[in-house]
């Protein structure tokens, strides 16, 4: 039986996305990569302003249920269910576990670098910074691991846009940490004064790498972002967000996980750290990539049975005010 012909590119597609410098960047890249793949097709932008655009002011960890409905990509799925978009796109790692009915989200191109970076004014690494260092990071993942490794680090909240915390917050405190994918995508990256390794501090699940949204039932948009889409990331992120959820965890969660394949192997590895980092609970296992479903079983086990579970809900607790 003869397979059916694909779906004819569209002739006009409107490109939802958030109108941050960096998802403006992002949104570029993805475009070019799908104007390669359909050169006949006018790729059209169209500027989104999410929730977390709105209250940039306003840490994270303050929004409460706002943060675990997606500050930032409610308002893009909200285009698309309106038709005003015909695909967006995102940094994955905002994606949610559980999308509208009829959404789709994938990965899309090669991942950029997945760690966190420190920008500081010393221009030192973070073993070197100066006793009581007050670092910016609003990211309770980013907090309990660093002060696992320096119990002295104090945090401020902080976010805003990545420039402006690069070229003037990093001034005004001893170090920003920031994704390290975002510095390099904007051409920052000669403000990086030390790419953080991941012994100290394990990302967040997908960061680093890009995203599209689209309706189901949108053949031609659907197999024009699916041919854009690099395998080994699209495994290895969606194994990281499957053990964040797996864990219970959300944008509260102190977790850190990372996935990676080479040579035909895939490692995963995942730390659960409390606030205070006087706690830590890590595992890693390997296999095939066609074990990811298995290595994120073993790994959420392995934390689980070491009490990780417990300190994810507690931290989440104490962040919401319970």
């Known amino acids: 039986m003869t397979a059916p012909n694909p779906s004819p590119a569209p002739a006009h ?21 799908l104007e390669a793949r359909a050169p006949g097709t006018r790729f059209e932008t169209v500027a989104v302003v999410t929730h977390g655009d709105r209250f940039q002011a306003k840490p994270i960890t303050q929004m409460g249920d706002e943060v675990d ?28 576990s559980e999308l509208g009915p009829g959404l789709m989200a994938v990965s899309v191109c090669p991942r950029e670098d997945p760690h966190d970076v420190l920008v500081s004014r010393h221009r030192k690494p973070l073993a070197e910074l100066p006793n009581g260092a007050v670092l910016a990071t609003s990211s309770p ?5 660093l002060k696992a490794f320096r119990p002295d680090f104090t945090f401020v909240p902080l976010r805003g846009n990545v420039p402006t915390r690069v070229q003037r917050e990093a001034e005004r405190f001893d170090g920003v940490i920031l994704a390290a994918a975002g510095l390099r995508r ?5 403000h990086i004064a030390e790419v953080i390794d991941e012994a100290v501090l394990l990302p967040a ?20 972002v699916e041919a ?19 864990l219970s ?6 977790v850190g996980v990372l996935a990676r394949i080479a040579d035909g192997r895939m490692s995963l590895h995942c730390r659960v750290a409390t606030l205070d980092g ?21 790994v959420r086990d392995r934390i689980a049975a070491e009490g990780g579970l417990e300190i994810v809900a507690a931290v989440r607790d104490q962040l919401q005010g319970g």
């Open 13 to 33: 597609l409107r490109v939802g996305t958030r109108g941050s410098d960096l998802a403006m960047a992002q949104t570029r890249t993805i475009v070019a990569a």
């Open 69 to 96: 409905k997606g500050i930032f990509n409610t308002a893009l799925e909200e285009a698309l269910l309106a038709g005003t978009a015909d695909l967006t796109t995102c940094s994955f790692k905002d994606v949610q």
């Open 141 to 145: 993942r980013r907090v309990s691991q």
């Open 186 to 190: 904007l051409g920052l990256a000669e």
């Open 205 to 224: 699940p997908a960061q680093g790498a890009m995203g599209c949204e689209f309706h189901t039932d949108n053949g031609s948009v659907r197999a024009l």
């Open 228 to 246: 854009i889409q690099d395998a080994d990331t699209q495994t290895c992120v969606r194994a990281e967000k499957a053990l964040l959820v797996r």
């Open 249 to 254: 965890g959300g944008c509260f969660a102190p």
């Open 278 to 298: 006087s706690r830590v609970v890590e595992a890693r296992e390997e296999g095939t990539p066609g074990d990811a479903d298995a290595l994120v079983t073993a």
